[in-house]
Structure formats: C-alpha cells, structure tokens
C-alpha cells in the first residue's frame, strides 16, 4: 500500500469513527455530516443545522493531503486529530498542523510544511 492510500484510509476511518459516536448521541441537535473527496484529497466532518432561521455549517475537522503530507486545517475534537492518526501508524513527521501559524510549527512535534 502506497502512502496516499494509507493517509487516505486512516483518514477516513477516524472520521467515521468521529461521526458515527456523535450521530449516537440521543440530544443531537445538528446532522453530523462527512464529505470525502479522494481526488482533490480532502476530508471534512462538519455539523449541519438551524439557529432559528439562520443555517449552520460548523466544521469539526478539515484536512487534507499535500505536498505527501496530511494537512490538519481545522480541529475541533478534545483527543486531537494528529493524535488519532499516529495512532494507525502515521508518523507525526508526515502531519503538518496547518491551523498554527507557519512561524509557531516549528514549536510542535510535528512536521512544519
């Protein structure tokens, strides 16, 4: 199995495994919702609902995969992302947490760009 197919599976097995304990939950207000792209490898969990007459759209995690590297660009979970992830066997070389400023990546134990 080639990296991007690893990234790709691990991805979406710990998304699922987000949204599906979420989508559980008996005082779930929101649609818990899952948007998977394998060609332009992007991966979104986001919550989709109404404040009265407003629509919502809050994204819980946004990633993607550039430059042979998983791109954690949002992450709302208290475990975090990254963590899940090396959990499967990903390096935390190969994450780049992309929602620190550049400058501040290098203060991680994770990969800079």
């Known amino acids: ?19 599906n304990w979420v989508s559980g939950a008996a005082n779930l207000t929101d649609e818990s919702c899952l948007i998977f792209d394998d060609n332009h490898h992007h991966y979104i969990w986001c919550f989709l609902g109404w404040d009265g007459k407003k629509r919502t759209n809050n994204i819980q995690v946004n990633i993607r995969i550039k430059n042979d590297k998983i791109w954690i660009e ?12 090396m959990k499967l066997g990903i ?8 929602f620190y400023p550049p400058e501040e990546r290098k203060y991680t134990a994770f990969a800079t760009a």
Not at 5 to 19: G, R
Not at 74 to 85: F, H, K, P, S
Not at 91 to 98: M, P
């Open 74 to 85: 949002e992450d709302w979970t208290e475990e975090g992302i990254a963590n899940e992830l």
């Open 91 to 98: 390096s935390n070389f190969d994450i780049v947490l992309a």
């Open 1 to 19: 199995m080639d990296k991007l197919e690893q990234y790709q599976i691990a991805i979406k097995q710990v998304l699922t495994e987000y949204h």
